[in-house]
């Protein structure tokens, strides 16, 4: 059974670059077609996606984000990353990552789902 | 702004039956998925697909779909149902960009 486990700082100076690590258990961050995705909850509302990595390599993010994200696998510890630059206190959240598959065949219909999640891990931004 | 519409809040009495929504244009292209999320914990997978349940996941639970909304019905809520509640999709650009409905707070009366 594939697991997900963030890691990374729980405090983050205001400018700096946030980093979190994903490691993959149960299963291989380069095998099948799976989205390697980040998602993050500021407290007391609702999820955000940050973006995703395909299998593939291919990455994926969300336009509010992208001019500071960068997402990246490192298939050799079977982990991928989060950096996100210039942090603001806007930033702080608790920090998900998630594996997502996807079916697109006329017969079954178009559709993508997260079934993995990691626990997820509380950033602040503060000085 | 989300590209998919939930209701913020919604109740039910203990057994009974409710329906949660989520509305957008993209859900005229793909299925809705579906978490649920209690406080403090991860979301986790509850629909997918045209009306899939991941292993684990009571019967109670079950999606539909009808032009742009998606909805999620619980037979027969029980107490442990209360949580807040997502749907999500790829948006409508074409882009393949992950959204999330704003999630609708569940209280089981």
């Known amino acids: 059974q594939v697991q997900l486990q963030e890691s990374g700082p729980g405090l983050v100076k205001p400018s700096e670059t946030l980093s979190l690590t994903c490691t993959v258990s149960?299963?291989?961050?380069?095998?099948?077609?799976?989205?390697w995705s980040w998602i993050r909850q500021p407290p007391g509302k609702g999820l955000e996606w940050i973006g995703y990595?395909?299998?593939?390599?291919?990455?994926n993010y969300n336009p509010s984000l992208k001019s500071r994200v960068t997402i990246s696998v490192d298939t050799s510890k079977n982990q991928f990353s989060l950096k996100l630059s210039s942090v603001t206190a806007a930033d702080t959240a608790v920090y998900y990552c998630?594996?997502?598959?996807?079916?697109?065949?006329?017969?079954?219909?178009?559709?993508?789902?997260?079934?993995?999640w990691g626990k997820g891990t509380t950033v602040t931004v503060s000085s | 702004s989300s590209e998919l519409t939930q209701d913020p809040a919604v109740s039910v009495a203990l057994g009974q039956t409710v329906r949660i929504t989520c509305q957008g244009d993209?859900?005229?292209?793909?299925?809705a998925s579906w978490y649920q999320q209690k406080p403090g914990q991860a979301p986790v997978l509850v629909i997918y697909?045209?009306?899939n349940r991941p292993s684990g996941i009571p019967d109670r639970f079950s999606g539909s779909s009808s032009g742009n909304t998606a909805s999620l019905t619980i037979t027969g809520a029980q107490a442990e149902d209360e949580a807040d509640y997502y749907c999500?999709?790829?948006?409508?650009?074409?882009?393949?960009?992950?959204?999330f409905g704003g999630g609708t707070k569940l209280t089981v009366l």
């Open positions: 990595i395909y299998y593939s390599g291919s990455t």
């Open positions: 999500n999709s790829r948006d409508s650009s074409g882009n393949l960009h992950v959204v």
């Open positions: 697909g045209k009306n």
């Open positions: 149960g299963g291989s961050v380069s095998s099948g077609s799976y989205y």
């Open positions: 993209s859900l005229r292209s793909y299925y």
């Open positions: 998630a594996r997502e598959s996807g079916v697109t065949t006329v017969s079954m219909g178009y559709y993508y789902y997260m079934d993995v």
